[in-house]
């Protein structure tokens, strides 16, 4: 009786054990089915275009004058784009470090570019949650790129 209550107790432990590595290898899975899925839609054509727009041509004052069907919908997609990735990161559903590596730079030049017309949309519409998770994933960008240039500083000034 008591060899059979210790197998049933080890069968226990080794069935939980596999179960618990099987959902952490689904977990992985997913989140890189997620990721990539995000990093090939950061490198269409339609992002890469919306996005040097948006860096390089956009100004509040000219977009608020324009007839709403005139204006360009880049920044309408460059803001989806980032508020969904910061959805992504901010319910771990996407593994941060990997996403802010690859995404960070186009994240800060994009919130500096789009911030006067998030915050004029909020204003306007009274809702600050507007673009809240773009600006979740701009701070966190933020950190990690100054993280990243200290780290650099000083490998480089290791290496002299």
């Known amino acids: 009786m008591l ?3 210790i197998s049933s107790m080890i069968a226990y432990w080794i069935t939980a054990l596999f179960l618990l590595y099987q959902t952490r290898h689904m ?3 997913r989140n890189v089915e997620v990721t990539m899925r995000m990093f090939e ?3 269409s054509n339609r992002m890469r275009d919306a996005l040097r727009w948006v860096t390089t041509k956009f100004d509040l004052a000219t977009h608020l004058k324009q007839p709403e069907e005139e204006r360009s919908e880049y920044p309408g997609i460059v803001i989806a784009f980032f508020e969904q990735a910061g959805i992504m990161i901010e319910k771990r559903l ?6 802010i590596d690859h995404l960070s730079v186009t994240a800060i030049r994009a919130w500096r570019s789009l911030e006067p017309l ?3 949309q909020r204003e306007h519409l ?8 773009f600006e979740f994933l701009y701070r966190r ?3 990690y ?4 240039r200290r780290r650099g500083a000083r490998h480089s000034q290791g290496a002299q």
């Open 3 to 5: 060899i059979a209550t």
């Open 27 to 29: 977990r992985t899975d």
């Open 41 to 43: 839609w950061s490198e």
């Open 94 to 99: 996407v593994n941060e470090d990997v996403v």
């Open 118 to 120: 998030i915050r004029h």
């Open 126 to 133: 009274g809702d600050d949650r507007l673009g809240e998770h």
């Open 141 to 143: 960008a933020e950190a």
């Open 145 to 148: 790129e100054s993280n990243y």
